[in-house]
C-alpha cells in the first residue's frame, strides 16, 4: 500500500505554459545578444590587453547613450502589448510607426552630439589621454552613430514580443549575431581581403549585423498587419514617450552611476579594468537571460491590465517572476562554480584571469538579489507604472553601490566595487519584492 503525500505547487501549470511559450524564445534572444558582446570580447583579446581595456571603456559609455533608445523601446512595448491585450491593433501599429519615425530624428541628435563629444567624456573616465582612450574613442566613435539603426531594430523588435511573436524575435536575433560572429575576425583583423581595422572592426561589424535586422523584422511584422507603412502626426508617441521617459531616466542615471563605478575600477588598474570587462561580458549571459524574463512580464502583464484584467496581470507576473528567478539564480550558482574555467578563453594575463574569476564567482551569487530587481520591475512596468522601478533602482545604485563602492575601494582595491553591487542588488530585490507583493493593484493602470 503506498501512501501519496500531497506537496504544494510552486508553479501553476496552464500560466507556467503561457510564460515558457513566450519566455523561452526570448531567452534564447538575449543569450544572442550577449554573444554581441563577448564574440567583441573573444577576438578583441588577440589585440592585446589595452585594447581590450579599451572596447571595455568605450562600452560602458555607449551604454550611456544607448539609454535613450528605452524612451521608445519600452513604451512601444508596453503600449503595443495593452493594444494587443484590448483588441485595437490599429492603435498599435500607429504606435509602432510614430515611434520609429519621431524616435529617429531624436537618436540621430543624441548620436551626433555623442560622436563630437564623446572622446572628452571618455579622457575623464580614463584620467586622460592614452593608448587605453584612443581604443575606447575608437570604439565608441562607431557605436555612437549607429545610434539610430538600432532604435529601429530593437522598436520593430519591441512589437514583435508586445505581441507574442518572440519566435520571430529569436530567429531575427540569431541571424544578426551570426553575422557578426562572420565580420567580427574580417574587420578586426583583415581575413579575406578585409582592411584590418582592429577595435574599430569590432564596432562596425556590430553596427552592420543589427543594420541587417531590420528587413526581416519588417517581413515577420507585415505578416501580423503590424508593420509601420506611413509618417503619422504625432500623438501616439507622447503617450509612448510618458511610458518611456522614466524607464529612460532610470537608465541614464544607471548608466551615469556605472560610468562612475567603472571609473573606481580603471583606477585599479589595467588588469582589473580588462578583468572586470571579461567578466561583466560573460555574466551577460546570466543577466540578459533576465532582460528576457522582465520584457516577457511586462509583455504578459501589460496583455492583461489592456483586457482590464487585474488580478490577472498579477497571477501571470507572479508566475514569470518565480520562473525568472529560479533559472537566473540556477545559472548565476553554475557560473560562480565554473568561473577559473570559463574565464581562461578570454585572459591570456594570468593576473587577469584570476581576478576575472573573482569577479564572476561574486557576481553569480549575487544573481538572485538581480533576478528579482529585473523580473519584478518588468511586470510593474508592463502593469503600466514606470515611475517605481526608476525610484528603486537610481536610488539603490547610489545609496547601496556608489557611495560604498566609493569607500571600499580604498581599503580593498578593486574587490570594493565588486563587493558593493552584491549588496546593490539584494537591497533592489527584496524591496521589489515587497513592493509587488502589497502594492500591485494600486500601481497598475490601463493607458490604451
Not at 520593430?156 to 536575433?173: H, P, W
Request: aromatic content about 12%.
Amino acid at each position: 500500500m503506498s501512501i501519496s503525500i500531497p506537496l504544494p505547487r510552486f508553479f501553476d501549470r496552464e500560466l507556467l505554459s503561457r510564460v515558457v511559450s513566450i519566455s523561452l524564445p526570448m531567452i534564447i534572444s538575449e543569450l544572442s545578444n550577449s554573444i554581441y558582446a563577448i564574440t567583441d570580447t573573444y577576438f578583441v583579446k588577440g589585440l592585446g590587453t589595452v585594447a581590450l581595456a579599451g572596447v571595455g571603456l568605450g562600452s560602458y559609455l555607449s551604454w550611456l547613450f544607448f539609454v535613450v533608445l528605452s524612451l521608445f523601446y519600452n513604451g512601444v512595448l508596453i503600449y503595443v502589448a495593452q493594444s494587443y491585450g484590448a483588441g485595437k491593433l490599429v492603435y498599435a501599429r500607429r504606435g509602432l510607426s510614430e515611434a520609429i519615425v519621431y524616435g529617429t530624428i531624436i537618436v540621430f541628435a543624441i548620436s551626433f552630439f555623442g560622436y563630437i563629444f564623446g572622446g572628452y567624456i571618455l579622457m575623464l573616465q580614463a584620467g586622460g589621454t592614452g593608448p587605453v582612450w584612443e581604443a575606447a574613442k575608437a570604439y565608441f566613435s562607431i557605436r555612437v552613430l549607429g545610434l539610430p539603426i538600432s532604435l529601429i531594430a530593437w522598436s520593430m523588435d519591441a512589437g514583435l514580443r508586445a505581441i507574442g511573436a518572440t519566435k520571430q524575435s529569436m530567429y531575427v536575433n540569431l541571424y544578426s549575431v551570426g553575422l557578426n560572429i562572420v565580420l567580427d575576425p574580417l574587420f578586426i583583423y583583415g581575413y579575406a581581403g578585409f582592411p584590418r581595422l582592429g577595435v574599430v572592426g569590432a564596432a562596425l561589424a556590430t553596427v552592420i549585423s543589427i543594420a541587417l535586422m531590420i528587413p526581416l523584422e519588417y517581413y515577420y511584422l507585415a505578416k501580423h498587419t503590424l508593420a509601420p507603412n506611413k509618417i503619422y502626426k504625432p500623438k501616439i508617441v507622447f503617450k509612448i514617450m510618458d511610458l518611456g521617459l522614466p524607464v529612460m531616466i532610470e537608465r541614464l542615471i544607471f548608466a551615469a552611476g556605472n560610468n562612475v563605478y567603472i571609473s573606481l575600477i580603471s583606477r585599479c588598474g589595467e588588469a582589473a579594468l580588462a578583468a572586470h570587462q571579461i567578466g561583466v561580458r560573460i555574466e551577460s549571459l546570466i543577466y540578459m537571460p533576465g532582460f528576457a524574463f522582465s520584457m516577457a512580464a511586462s509583455a504578459l502583464v501589460g496583455q492583461e491590465i489592456g483586457a482590464e484584467n487585474i488580478s490577472g496581470g498579477r497571477r501571470i507576473g507572479w508566475e514569470t517572476i518565480k520562473l525568472g528567478v529560479l533559472f537566473i539564480t540556477l545559472t548565476g550558482l553554475i557560473v560562480a562554480a565554473t568561473s577559473y574555467y570559463i574565464t581562461m578563453p578570454f585572459a591570456t594575463d594570468p593576473v587577469v584571469h584570476k581576478l576575472a574569476s573573482i569577479y564572476l564567482i561574486i557576481a553569480g551569487l549575487s544573481e538572485l538579489g538581480l533576478g528579482l530587481a529585473m523580473v519584478i520591475g518588468g511586470a510593474i512596468r508592463g502593469a503600466g507604472n514606470t515611475r517605481i522601478p526608476l525610484i528603486i533602482n537610481a536610488g539603490s545604485l547610489y545609496l547601496s553601490r556608489i557611495i560604498p563602492a566609493m569607500i571600499l575601494v580604498n581599503y580593498l582595491g578593486v574587490l570594493g566595487p565588486w563587493l558593493a553591487m552584491f549588496i546593490d542588488v539584494y537591497v533592489r530585490g527584496i524591496i521589489f519584492l515587497i513592493i509587488f507583493t502589497r502594492y500591485f493593484e494600486k500601481l497598475a493602470r490601463k493607458i490604451v
